[in-house]
């Protein structure tokens, strides 16, 4: 594996935002959350046939007020050419073999984030930053992962308005290089926003852009829209479409979410 001193930033900033939570920590009790759902996608991402997965993460969220833990671990199937490469979040690298289906477990996701970086309440103005990594435990003999570490760091800026919230995001995925592939560390932003229609129901809609970790391939761009109601004090549930504008996006994909408050 290529190791690139830049990726240590990420994990840097993961261990700062822990050590301050250990100090919160003394004075703040946790709030943990489990959520859980489905996603869908179908596309052909550059190739002749579609591949379509099916990702369904298990996420636990530790929240300490400031700051908050966040592990996904998913299971992911896959109905691709044989010598496929998926890539969750990233772009598959589509085979050119016979239709197969593989599946198993997907790469584990670890992030930390730090909320009001900056919060300006007069101006209606808020930032949270992330750091976070995607552990290569995914099998990539069957072609459900790189096989490699990836890190990011991303920053998201708020702007409030009434019942409405606008939103944009940037960040930096740095990309491990996988046996006989060269892939690019990338820039990632999206824009959008979100509405509250009731107290309960809220929906949004956001433009995603992630540049293309191969070398002369298109970028990702992708449409989604979503709504979530919240069922009870302790239940939320969201459900989401999106459809994507360039050969490194998905034609089209689905998903629902259903999220769990254990304690407050």
Sequence with gaps: MKVKLVQIVPLLGCAIMLQGVTAAAQDIDPKFTLSTGVDFASGTYGGDVDIEDTYVPLTATVDYGRFAFRLTVP?????????????????????????TTESGLGDIIGSVTLYDVINNQQLGLAMDLTGKVKFATADEDKGLGTGENDYSVQADLYKFIDDFTLLSSVGYKFRGDPGGLDLNDV???SLGGTYKFTPDVNGGLFLDYRESAISGSDSVQELSAFVSRRISEDWRIQVYALTGFTDGSPDWGAGLKVKRILSR
């Design 75 to 99: 299971y992911l199937s896959v109905k691709a050419p044989e010598g496929t490469i998926f890539d969750p979040g990233g772009e598959p690298l589509p085979g050119s073999g016979a239709l």
């Design 187 to 189: 820039f990632m932003a």
